[in-house]
C-alpha cells in the first residue's frame, strides 16, 4: 500500500509573551498576561492521515487553524530549502501578543 500523507510530528518549541506591545496597545487592566497556559514548552502531538481533518487532543483550536496548511505541506512531501532539515519548518500562532512557536517534522517511516 502506497502512503499518500506522511505523519508530522508537532513540538511547542517556546510560547512567549511581548510585554513592549502589551504595554504600547493593550488595556491596562490586560497588562499581566503571561505566555499562553494551554501549551507547554516541549510538549509533541502527532498529526497522522487519518486524523489530518482535525486538531490533536489537547491542541490549540486556533493555533491549529494557524499552522495547518504548513503541516499538510509537509505531510503531502513538501520540502522547507531553507531549514536545516528540509523535512521540518518552524511555525507560529497568529497570537502575536502571545506567541508560540512549533516545529513541524515530517515523520518518514521506511516501507517493508
Not at 518549541?13 to 497556559?37: F, G, M, P, Q, W
Not at 498529526?47 to 499552522?67: L, M, Q, R
Not at 528540509?86 to 497570537?95: A, F, Q, R, Y
Amino acid at each position: 500500500m502506497v502512503k499518500i500523507m506522511f505523519d508530522c510530528k508537532i513540538t511547542v518549541v517556546k510560547r512567549t509573551v511581548n510585554h513592549d506591545l502589551i504595554k504600547k496597545y493593550v488595556k491596562e487592566k490586560y497588562h499581566a498576561i503571561k505566555s499562553c497556559e494551554r501549551l507547554k514548552d516541549g510538549q509533541e502531538f502527532m498529526v497522522t492521515e487519518e486524523t489530518s481533518y482535525k486538531s490533536p487532543e489537547g491542541f490549540c483550536e486556533w493555533a491549529w487553524a494557524d499552522i495547518r496548511h504548513d503541516i499538510l505541506a509537509l505531510a503531502y512531501g513538501g520540502t522547507i530549502p531553507h531549514m536545516a532539515s528540509e523535512n521540518s519548518n518552524i511555525v507560529g500562532c497568529t497570537d502575536w501578543i502571545r506567541p508560540v512557536y512549533f516545529k513541524i517534522e515530517r515523520v518518514e517511516q521506511n516501507e517493508e
